[in-house]
């Protein structure tokens, strides 16, 4: 099964420090979504690229987040100087093109201290 | 801006029961998904429903999209309790020339008891 994988599937991380989180889509996918899902809450968007393009960005997506994709395959999520409110299971879903259905990765809980 | 209330938020009923979970909104989407949650993994695709007034069945599950496109329902017949779980519902944005980015609820959490 090659399903949407994300890693590392947990992360605790001390206010201020970096953390970068790797999702692998679907091979052949050529959308790549990030979201972000807080206790209670249903996911929100954050980016998506369309192969190697990041084409939109959501307000949630302060300064200190930045996503690549750069050979339109996998693709890096990055939260520098992480505060406590970042805390989420960030989720990564990828579809064949816009349009078709999304599938979701495992995703990834970050803990900050 | 594009929202999707879910209800109810909390269900908790017994094995062999019936329930309704509903999803609405005042915007027109092109398609509404369903998906279901466990603890600590990614939602995991249920069904698509793309026509207005088109009706999907899965198993136990039977899945309606409204006439207008703006509101979803999803019925279980004799729940069991691996149909616990969290239940979220999700339309592709297609708000100020968003493409296909999924707007979702809060999400109804099942609870089925043997």
């Known amino acids: 099964d090659t399903g949407v994988s994300q890693n590392p599937r947990h992360k605790i991380t001390k206010r201020g420090q970096n953390v970068t989180f790797r999702c692998d889509p679907i091979?052949?996918?050529?959308?790549l979504y990030w979201y972000r899902q807080t206790l209670g809450q249903g996911p929100e968007f954050l980016t998506y690229?369309?192969?190697?393009?990041?084409?939109?960005k959501s307000r949630l997506l302060s300064d200190r987040f930045s996503a690549e994709r750069p050979k339109g395959s996998f693709s890096t999520l990055e939260i520098q100087r992480t505060e406590q409110g970042d805390s989420a299971m960030y989720l990564c879903?990828?579809?064949?093109?816009?349009?078709?259905?999304?599938?979701f990765g495992p995703g990834t809980r970050l803990t900050v201290l | 801006t594009q929202l999707l209330e879910q209800s109810p938020q909390f269900l908790s009923i017994q094995e062999g029961e019936n329930l309704t979970v509903y999803c609405n909104s005042s915007?027109?989407?092109?398609?509404l998904q369903w998906y279901r949650q466990e603890p600590g993994e990614g939602p995991v695709l249920l069904v698509t429903v793309v026509t207005g007034g088109e009706v999907k069945k899965l198993k136990r599950l039977t899945f309606q999209f409204g006439d207008a496109r703006k509101d979803s329902s999803l019925h279980i017949t004799a729940a069991q309790p691996g149909d616990t779980g969290l239940y979220l519902c999700a339309g592709a944005s297609n708000y100020g020339g968003s493409q296909g980015n999924l707007i979702f609820g809060k999400g109804t959490k099942l609870s089925v008891k043997p």
């Open positions: 690229f369309q192969n190697e393009a990041q084409l939109e």
């Open positions: 915007s027109v989407f092109s398609s």
């Open positions: 879903a990828s579809s064949l093109d816009w349009g078709n259905e999304q599938f």
């Open positions: 091979s052949e996918h050529n959308r």
